[in-house]
């Protein structure tokens, strides 16, 4: 019985349960969304502005909310004509975009690049160059599409080369759909008046949320199905509203929550991941501030006063 008990404790709890992979990757993998409200809304006003050909989108978020995720899940269900490029790299200067941009549309090669050759290029002229091509895909009914991750951190010379390429359009429609995506900041970001610019050709404005407690079940359970869970495995209701209380419906800190909690439970070939386990789960990744504090209650604590000195510090910490 040793023996097999130091087997198990060896093995990781994805073979342990089952599972094919990871349940809780903190990889921005589109099989692994869950379509809340909200990430639901998201990606379809995405879509339908980008087919549109609206120009400026964007999607920002609070940490964690799975805006990368949303991203890879629109460039997933494109129309195969949409030339795509996913900036994931916000310190970039405005040449050092376009190059990117022209290098994941196809119309510079990576030898090119490692050259120096498209170094030399001057922004004019990588701008024409952008221009001509995204005019070429006009007669076969394409356009390129940008994605830029992370644009809050995109400095203001970088935001006004975005503003110009706004503008490649030909007299019916935008030549390029720019999508930016970032932090809940990025929107205060926009409205700065030295970007009143840029902010005015913005025709979308998604917002991902936090989970509620309804999602946050029906999100770790979709993860455990979809990574291969076939009910050797379960979380306590209990459970999951302490992981509520600790992520604060965050998706990433649900991940690590519950991927801590699997591991915990695998070491005791525990079937039920208990409210025990989820709490030294918390503990460990060091998220106890997230969680709500207790109340102040007086009528426990006043059972515990024996003294008038107890009394009058009591009274003096209600009336405060």
Same mark, same amino acid.
């Not at 040449?95 to 030399?120: K, Y």
């Not at 495995?233 to 649900?254: H, M, N």
């Not at 207790?294 to 009528?299: A, D, G, L, N, S």
């Given at each position: ?44 006003? %995405? ?106 951190? %995109? ?148 059972? @515990? ?6 009394? @009058? ?8």
């Amino acid at each position: 019985m040793a023996v097999t008990t130091q087997a198990r404790g060896s093995l990781q709890y994805e073979e342990l349960y089952g599972f094919v992979q990871s349940p809780f990757t903190l990889a921005p993998d589109p099989r692994f969304l869950y379509p809340s409200p909200s990430h639901e809304e998201a990606i379809r006003q %995405l879509l339908q502005t980008i087919k549109r050909r609206e120009g400026v989108a964007v999607l920002s978020g609070d940490i964690g909310t799975g805006k990368t995720t949303v991203c890879r899940t629109v460039l997933e269900q494109l129309d195969m004509k949409l030339f795509t490029s996913l900036v994931l790299n916000p310190f970039l200067s405005g040449e050092e975009l376009l190059r990117e941009i022209l290098l994941d549309f196809g119309v510079v090669s990576r030898e090119a690049v490692r050259s120096g050759r498209i170094i030399a290029a001057s922004r004019h002229e990588l701008i024409a160059t952008l221009h001509e091509f995204l005019t070429s895909l006009v007669p076969i009914g394409a356009s390129g599409v940008l994605i830029i991750d992370e644009a809050q951190h %995109l400095s203001p010379q970088v935001l006004e080369e975005i503003r110009v390429l706004s503008n490649l359009e030909t007299n019916q429609s935008k030549l390029l759909q720019i999508v930016l995506v970032g932090q809940l900041n990025l929107i205060d970001l926009l409205k700065q008046p030295q970007l009143k610019q840029l902010d005015q050709r913005v025709s979308l404005r998604a917002v991902l949320t936090p989970l509620g407690r309804m999602d946050l079940e029906a999100y770790v359970i979709h993860r455990l199905s979809v990574a291969g869970e076939t009910g050797q495995v379960a979380f306590e209701d209990r459970a999951l509203d302490v992981v509520l209380r600790a992520s604060g419906g965050v998706p990433r800190l649900i991940n690590l929550i519950c991927d801590r909690g699997l591991m915990i439970g695998a070491q005791s070939d525990a079937r039920v991941i208990t409210t025990q386990m989820i709490n030294a789960s918390v503990v460990s990744l060091g998220l106890q501030r997230h969680s709500r504090p207790r109340q102040w209650r007086p009528e426990i604590q006043l059972g @515990r006063l024996t003294s008038l000195l107890d009394w @009058r510090r009591w009274t003096s910490r209600v009336s405060s």
